[in-house]
């Protein structure tokens, strides 16, 4: 399948967070011109290490752009060394958040500009064109914004705390964002939206990826109020999530792990819901449900980078077939 070369001339705005969220982003990068993307990515996962900024979405997405993510993991730095974690438990350090040798040195550059007044966004787009990378990748926000786990067995965390040290194996009975209420959307945020032909939410935990996303002020009303279309790619198939905790997440607060509840869950923002060919026959369900909704199903499973263009060639030419 060739793109549509509808798209050469196109600005495409992406909504990521986590590893299936940056493979998405990856497979459009791979078809778009220069400068025609940008990925908006969450910063409710943002926390400070041992006095280091740490951004592990902006980072994913960053460094799977770059061609730098390790593939095994799908975050991370390829052939990463681990010499500084080695010396820390030399010292008797508990170590729960793995920060390796060349990763750490993000990390210290980011501290160290947001210390000197340097805005997150500034920064971001500083490290991502010394890696090279030739599309837009931006926070939702430049203030800070974290989302808060609460949990029956380890009581309130932090979603690093959450996801990281206790696995995502606490039972979750509630998900709050610490500073909504103060968070604002910034203005290279906002000329993305402006200017963008088409929004795609990628195949990101709609809870605790996409959710924390939309809060900043402005951000979420101005995709309700938008001209142009917007679609989501499931995490889901089968029932389960590809990586991590969305249906187990789900299931907790009571959704169903199924299409239709992230159909719900998107109602309002989106024009069109891809599933994968696995959940074909839910596409009656979701149209029951939501009879504005246009389905696609198609395989989403990103096993290599060429599934990831695949993936993005299909829901491009598809929103050109269907929705515009």
């Not at 160290?112 to 599309?135: C, D, P, V």
């Not at 032909?197 to 109020?225: F, Q, T, W, Y």
Request: with cysteine; proline share 5%.
């Amino acid at each position: 399948m060739a793109l549509d070369a509808f798209w050469k001339n196109k600005k495409i705005v992406a909504l990521a967070g986590g590893v299936g969220g940056a493979k998405f982003a990856h497979g459009l990068a791979k078809l778009l011109p220069a400068g025609n993307l940008t990925v908006i990515v969450n910063t409710g996962d943002d926390f400070v290490h041992y006095g280091l900024n740490i951004s592990p979405d902006l980072d994913t997405v960053m460094y799977t752009l770059a061609g730098y993510a390790n593939p095994v993991t799908g975050w991370g730095i390829l052939n990463e060394t681990w010499h500084m974690a080695e010396m820390m438990k030399i010292y008797d350090e508990p170590i729960w958040f793995n920060l390796g040798d060349h990763d750490l040195a993000t990390h210290l550059i980011r501290t160290h500009g947001l210390r000197n007044g340097e805005t997150l966004t500034a920064i971001t787009r500083r490290l991502s064109s010394a890696l090279g990378i030739q599309h837009h990748i931006l926070p939702a926000s430049d203030d800070t914004l974290a989302t808060i786990v609460e949990t029956k067995e380890s009581g309130t965390l932090n979603f690093q705390e959450y996801f990281v040290k206790y696995r995502w194996q606490p039972t979750v009975t509630s998900i709050t964002f610490k500073g909504e209420d103060t968070a604002q959307t910034t203005s290279a945020v906002m000329t993305a939206l402006n200017e963008a032909d088409m929004i795609v939410i990628c195949p990101s935990n709609p809870m605790l990826s996409i959710e924390p996303l939309l809060k900043p002020a402005g951000l979420r009303a101005r995709i309700e109020s938008r001209q142009i279309p917007c679609v989501a790619i499931s995490p889901l198939i089968g029932g389960k999530a590809v990586k991590g905790p969305a249906d187990k997440l789900m299931t907790e607060l009571d959704l169903p792990a199924t299409q239709t509840s992230i159909a719900r869950y998107y109602a309002g923002l989106i024009d069109g819901l891809v599933v994968d060919t696995t959940d074909a026959h839910e596409g009656d369900a979701v149209r029951e449900a939501f009879p504005e909704m246009s389905i696609l199903a198609t395989e989403t499973l990103m096993k290599n980078e060429e599934d990831r263009a695949v993936l993005a060639e299909s829901v491009l030419n598809w929103t050109r077939e269907v929705l515009l």
